[in-house]
């Protein structure tokens, strides 16, 4: 009896109380801060000269000069600026993916973390092993996952997830970037997602005026009536190719779906907010004083 009541002084006194910081707006901070970096990067490409003379398709390397083959990959400047900027738009969607995907797991830490103090506070003594498991051995499990498996992940494990319309978008978002990335952008049947098409949505801002005929686009250089306002909008957006077509977006389209991504962060913190506040994580703010 004395052995075991000193083994048990020892377990106690080997206890640990852990303090863990969530800072939201870290969470939401860096994924902002990528999509700003990659619309920025697109933008410097698709505005960039492309010419077709010999050394502008040569890569230099000191005073070694590469080429592989000796056919030309274009007939004409506008077909390379065609191909250019489809490699440009595929890798800015490839990379808003992979910064999406990266924040999705800073999501999964939070929710995990926050599992963990539901398990004591059912009773449950967490040790050293559990924390190993689920903060490090099912972040690098998540970590593999792709992109449509890791929102199954979040709500089978956690039961979080968004608005299902805006899930739907960065899905189809991730469709065309990998027909963009493995496929050239040319639509195959793998590609399909909405019968013989390939369709990519998103959500909007826009700048609309109503007056008492209606709603209509805001055109800059336009004389307003007196009566007529300005009304900013979020409206729902598509694209369909279809097979065998080019997937092919415009600057302006290509800064809408970021700015979709962007509503999607917003709405992942929101979701942790409430389940934050929901579990006693996180304190709601105090009002102002009137």
């Known amino acids: 009896m004395a052995a075991e009541s000193e083994l048990a002084d020892q377990d106690a006194s080997e206890q640990t109380e852990v303090l863990v910081n969530v800072n939201m707006d870290a969470v939401l901070g860096t994924l902002h801060r990528d999509i700003q970096r990659i619309t920025n990067l697109v933008a410097v490409g698709i505005q960039s000269p ?94 593999r996952l792709g992109f449509p498996d890791k929102l199954e992940a979040l709500l089978r494990s956690f039961d979080a997830s968004v608005d299902a319309a805006l899930n739907e978008h960065v899905l189809s978002v991730t469709v065309a970037r990998n027909c963009l990335v493995h496929r050239r952008g040319i639509v195959s049947e793998r590609d399909l997602t909405c019968g013989d098409a390939l369709v990519v949505s998103w959500r909007r801002m826009a700048v609309v005026l109503r007056t008492e005929d209606g709603e209509f686009p805001l055109v800059l250089g336009r004389a307003l009536e007196k009566e007529a306002q300005v009304l900013f909008k979020v409206e729902e957006q598509s694209k369909a190719f279809n097979l065998g077509e080019r997937v092919v977006f415009t600057g302006a389209e290509f800064v809408e779906v970021c700015w979709s991504m962007f509503l999607y962060s917003h709405a992942w913190g929101e979701a942790l907010n409430k389940i934050g506040l929901e579990r006693g994580y996180l304190s709601a703010p105090e009002a102002a004083p009137v």
Request: negative net charge; charged residues 30%.
């Open 50 to 143: 492309v010419t077709l003379d010999d050394d502008a398709l040569a890569i230099r390397s000191e005073s070694m000069q590469y080429r592989f083959g000796n056919a030309r990959p274009w007939n004409s400047s506008n077909q390379a600026r065609a191909d250019y900027e489809d490699w440009v738009y595929g890798n800015g969607f490839r990379d808003a993916i992979e910064s999406v995907g990266t924040f999705l797991e800073s999501v999964r830490q939070v929710l995990a973390l926050w599992s963990l103090g539901d398990r004591e506070k059912k009773g449950e003594a967490l040790t050293g092993a559990s924390w190993i498991q689920e903060m490090d051995f099912a972040a690098k499990k998540f970590h």
